[in-house]
C-alpha cells in the first residue's frame, strides 16, 4: 500500500472500459499523453444558472468553460475529485448536493479520457472563487447560453457546447 503523499501526484492509468491497471506520476501521464480518468463539474446557482469561468493557468484564457476540471488521482473516487476541485476553486464544502450526469470517453489532446461530469448545486451561498485560479466568472441562464452558443461559439470550449447539445446542463 502506498501513503498518501507518494500516491497524490500518482494517475491511475486505464483501458479502453475506463478501469485502472497500472500506477504513473502525472507528468509523465501528460507528456505520454495516456488515458485516465478526469471529472467535470457544473455549478448551479439558485437561479438553475449554470457558473462559467476563465482560468488563469490554461494556455487559453480566452474561453469560457465549466468551473472545475480535475485529474483523478490514485486511490480518490471521481466523486471525491469533484468535491476537492469545487473546495479548491470556490471554497465550497462537501454539503452542495452532487449528481452524475455521465461518465464518456473524451477526447482531450489526441488522447482518449474516461470523463465523469457531474451537476453540483443549487448553491445558495455567496460565490467566492480562488482568483489565483479563476481569472472571470459569469452565471448564465439557458437561453443566454444558447444565445451564445448560436452566434459566438468559439468563445466556449467546445465540450460545453456538446454538453449543451446532448440536454446534459438545463
Not at 6 to 15: A, F, G, H, P
Not at 115 to 129: D, E, N
Amino acid at each position: 500500500m502506498l501513503d498518501e503523499e507518494t500516491r497524490k501526484n500518482l494517475v491511475e492509468i486505464t483501458d479502453n472500459n475506463g478501469q485502472p491497471f497500472l500506477l504513473m506520476p502525472e507528468h509523465i501521464v501528460k507528456k505520454k499523453k495516456m488515458r485516465h480518468r478526469i471529472i467535470f463539474v457544473v455549478l448551479k446557482d439558485k437561479k438553475n444558472r449554470i457558473l462559467f469561468v476563465k482560468k488563469n493557468m490554461q494556455e487559453n484564457t480566452s474561453l469560457w468553460e465549466f468551473p472545475c476540471y480535475g485529474i483523478v488521482f490514485a486511490g480518490e473516487s471521481a466523486e471525491g475529485t469533484a468535491y476537492k476541485e469545487l473546495q479548491t476553486n470556490f471554497y465550497i464544502n462537501d454539503t452542495i448536493k452532487m449528481k452524475e450526469i455521465t461518465t464518456l470517453t473524451y477526447l482531450q489532446e489526441d488522447v482518449n479520457i474516461m470523463a465523469t461530469v457531474f451537476s453540483a448545486g443549487p448553491y445558495y451561498g455567496t460565490f467566492r472563487y480562488n482568483e489565483e485560479i479563476i481569472q472571470d466568472a459569469m452565471f448564465l441562464d439557458k437561453d443566454e447560453l444558447n444565445g451564445l452558443l448560436a452566434y459566438s461559439p468559439e468563445i466556449f470550449n467546445p465540450i460545453i457546447n456538446w454538453a449543451n447539445r446532448a440536454n446534459w446542463l438545463y
